[in-house]
């Protein structure tokens, strides 16, 4: 059973990665993010505690997820790729494996109300579907940026909650929901609980929604020991806020021999304005109560992320990237959305599996690795692509 470790990477008592993370926030939240905290310090390493998310995660969510090796495009490359099947998991992606636990800590704390915000709606679907689950009252604003095309998870989410709460909103990406979502948390800490979807926010979030994911590098490290009998030569995972990358580097970035590789959205290119590449364009800056690296302008205004995934569009990233980056413990790329839409394509028609928009980022990467001939990767395919038919059938001049 999956049980955290304390790892060289934790952050300082306050959630320091280095000048990185922290918790930058109004003085009426404390009082909430340190009972939070208090509460995880005593629980991460308890076995009740993960006894309880292990249950979920086998019974509900299906896991250990798959590690599978993708015969075709290996043949193709001439390396040997295998492909974590965090689309697999019930809701299509990743994102659950952290909501499940956040959850749970929530029914711990007595809150019965949730708030969460969301982006590409793969976190709402997953917070509302646990809330069903538990028994909680879920909140979401939802970004109108993302509404259109992302209309299956706004029917998702509206078949899953009951009583949805509007919340009031005036978002129009993922940066102006988490403003909103934190917004609508300062006022009611006392009995709502804040799902954050991502390695990002105040301090304990970052830990500990890296924590949450961990299981994923975890299985994917004893799963490929048992299949190759040694580890991979680099892990590939695309980059939102960094959850996916984290959970899956977390279990590798000890090992000299391993590169981990995070992709991050390059639009319509790094050159342009048009991309979410916080940590290769971005400079380091305070958004959503934490310090990292951001998309902004001279005079600090944050800058508009685009991609063609809705769940890479953040002008942020967090605070542990931005500290693996100057590390140098981590290598940092990125992937336009024509690369990423060719792979979408490509990983569809030779291993026929439809990867997520985001997730194409990471296949990508596989054409553009140097000296790939010989090599044993493993990519994260963080979710799959349903959510995305729609926006590819348009690209994609579908009739
Ligand atoms: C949300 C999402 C991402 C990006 O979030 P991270 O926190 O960077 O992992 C990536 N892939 C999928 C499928 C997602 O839903």
Redesign the pocket.
């Known amino acids: 059973m999956y049980i955290p470790t304390p790892s060289s990477f934790d952050p300082d008592h306050r959630g320091h990665f280095g000048m990185f993370g922290g918790r930058y926030v109004p003085e009426t939240l404390m009082p909430a993010l340190l009972e939070l905290h208090s509460e995880y310090e005593k629980i991460r390493f308890e076995k009740n505690f993960w006894t309880e998310v292990d249950y979920y995660l086998k019974d509900y969510v299906g896991r250990p997820s798959p590690l599978y090796f993708a015969h075709n495009i290996s043949r193709e490359l001439g390396a040997r790729i295998y492909l974590k099947r965090?689309?697999l998991n019930h809701t299509?992606?990743?994102?659950v494996n952290n909501v499940i636990a956040q959850g749970l800590m929530a029914k711990r704390l007595g809150k019965k109300k949730i708030i969460a915000e969301t982006?590409?709606g793969?976190?709402g679907v997953a917070t509302a579907t646990i809330c069903a689950l538990l028994g909680l009252e879920c909140e979401i604003p939802m970004c109108a940026k993302d509404l259109a095309p992302q209309q299956l998870n706004l029917l998702r989410r509206k078949l899953l909650c009951a009583k949805p709460k509007a919340v009031q909103s005036g978002s129009r990406t993922l940066k102006d929901a988490m403003n909103d979502a934190i917004r609508h948390w300062v006022t009611h800490a006392r009995d709502t609980f804040y799902i954050i979807?991502?390695?990002a926010g105040p301090h304990p979030y970052p830990m500990m929604v890296r924590d949450f994911?961990a299981i994923i590098g975890w299985e994917a490290r004893r799963q490929i020991l048992e299949k190759e009998n040694r580890l991979p030569d680099s892990v590939i995972?695309?980059?939102?806020?960094?959850?996916?990358?984290i959970?899956m580097f977390q279990h590798f970035l000890e090992d000299e021999s391993v590169t981990c590789i995070g992709i991050e959205a390059g639009g319509l290119g790094v050159e342009s304005t048009q991309h979410g590449a916080s940590l290769l364009k971005g400079r380091p800056g305070v958004l959503h109560g934490q310090m990292s690296y951001l998309l902004q302008n001279d005079d600090g205004q944050i800058l508009e992320a685009h991609s063609i995934?809705a769940?890479?569009d953040y002008p942020g990233i967090?605070p542990e990237h931005a500290f693996h980056k100057e590390n140098r413990s981590v290598h940092y790329d990125n992937i336009t959305d024509d690369e990423a839409l060719d792979a979408f394509v490509w990983l569809s028609q030779k291993e026929g599996i439809i990867p997520?928009f985001?997730?194409a980022h990471a296949v990508a990467y596989l054409k553009k690795l140097p000296d790939i001939a010989g090599q044993l990767v493993i990519v994260n395919l963080?979710?799959?692509g349903d959510k995305d038919m729609m926006q590819a059938k348009e690209l994609l001049h579908f009739d």
Do not use: P, W
């Open positions: 965090e689309d299509g992606a990743h994102k982006g590409a793969q976190h979807g991502t390695v994911q995972a695309c980059i939102g806020g960094g959850s996916n990358a959970g995934s769940g890479l967090g997520a985001e997730s963080s979710g799959r």
